[in-house]
């Protein structure tokens, strides 16, 4: 009988690496922490751990310990022993520990990295295509997955498939434009609904909550306020901020950090000339919302073009960052 890796034991491995990264405030430390867990997931989740993990061994052997996964031993089982169910993938990088990606999350990242693509150029193509473009392709191959395989959560397993058949792909490249009509027409919508309200309560100060009642219904408003009255981590963030969260390529922290700044206020902030751009990106100083690590700084450069993609957003300049992308990511 075929011996494999020991899920249980993978995942055991994990539980532990977990633990140190939450106990160490070395940032050297922590950056090798987070690739460890990326690589012990991605193993988790697949068929094959051995091959991931011989892969990742042999990464960290060839880049001199600088990526992949220190080798070491594990025990080993029977193929029929009762194992781990697959987890979601972990998104590297941050100051935050590794966190788990919504179905969106992982098509993004699998295309940004070329994982599980039969022709590694489909993610060099992807990633010189403009970020709106990127998002309605995803958004094109996500809603396929969702209607091909009902499920209320997604491993590797079920969009690997995907990923691997070409004909497909270039079928849903075809689709994307319909995809982004269609979210442009959502956020129409959305956007009368806040004209509409302003023109017969012009006394009334349109508050973040009163906004999102308008918006969303009374219900959206009334969780609204009960998650801003308790500590907001990712355990607690609803759905579609994970995937507001995913699609803005932050991490949790700053997703929380930018999601009560308003729309008017992140575009005043990111110019739309290329040239006033590249000189704020390089000065020494940075002015408000653009004064943080050039990392976070390319995150919100890139938020700012995806809200400029859409012809309404000048509605919605009063709206959060959090408000405006939820009328693009709910279903």
């Not at 990264?21 to 193993?43: C, H, M, N, P, V």
């Not at 302003?198 to 009163?210: A, D, G, M, R, V």
């Not at 950090?257 to 020494?284: F, G, M």
Request: proline share 5%.
């Amino acid at each position: 009988m075929s011996v494999v890796i020991s899920k249980i034991a993978l995942e055991q491995k994990l539980k532990e690496t977990s633990a140190l990264f939450g106990s160490t405030t070395e940032k050297e430390k922590q950056d090798i922490l987070r690739e460890d867990a990326y690589w012990l997931t991605q193993a988790l989740e697949n068929e094959n751990p051995n091959d991931v993990l011989m892969r990742a061994f042999s990464f960290w052997e060839k880049s001199n310990g600088k990526t992949g996964l220190k080798p070491f031993e594990l025990s080993t089982e029977e193929t029929t022993k009762q194992e781990i169910p697959p987890r979601l993938p972990f998104l590297k990088g941050g100051s935050t520990p590794p966190v788990a990606l919504t179905l969106w999350g992982m098509l993004d990242h699998a295309f940004q990295n070329g994982e599980y693509l039969d022709d590694r150029h489909v993610s060099d193509i992807f990633n010189r295509l403009p970020p709106a473009t990127q998002t309605h392709f995803i958004d094109t191959v996500a809603e396929h997955i969702r209607a091909s395989i009902q499920k209320t959560s997604y491993t590797a397993s079920d969009i690997a498939p995907i990923l691997k058949d070409e004909a497909l792909l270039l079928g849903l490249v075809e689709k994307t434009t319909l995809t982004a009509k269609s979210k442009e027409e959502d956020l129409q919508r959305i956007a009368r609904k806040l004209t509409d309200w302003l023109q017969y309560h012009k006394t009334e100060p349109p508050t973040e909550e009163k906004r999102e009642e308008v918006l969303y219904g009374a219900e959206a408003a009334n969780m609204y306020i009960k998650h801003k009255r308790e500590e907001t981590t990712e355990e607690i963030l609803p759905l579609y901020e994970l995937r507001v969260r995913d699609r803005l390529r932050l991490t949790t922290t700053e997703y929380l950090r930018i999601r009560p700044v308003s729309v008017e206020k992140l575009l005043a902030a990111v110019p739309t000339d290329p040239r006033q751009l590249a000189l704020v990106a390089q000065s020494a100083v940075r002015q408000d919302l653009l004064a943080v690590p050039d990392a976070e700084f390319k995150k919100r450069v890139r938020t700012a073009m995806l809200i400029r993609a859409y012809s309404c957003n000048k509605e919605l300049h009063s709206v959060s960052i959090r408000q405006f992308f939820r009328g693009v990511v709910e279903e």
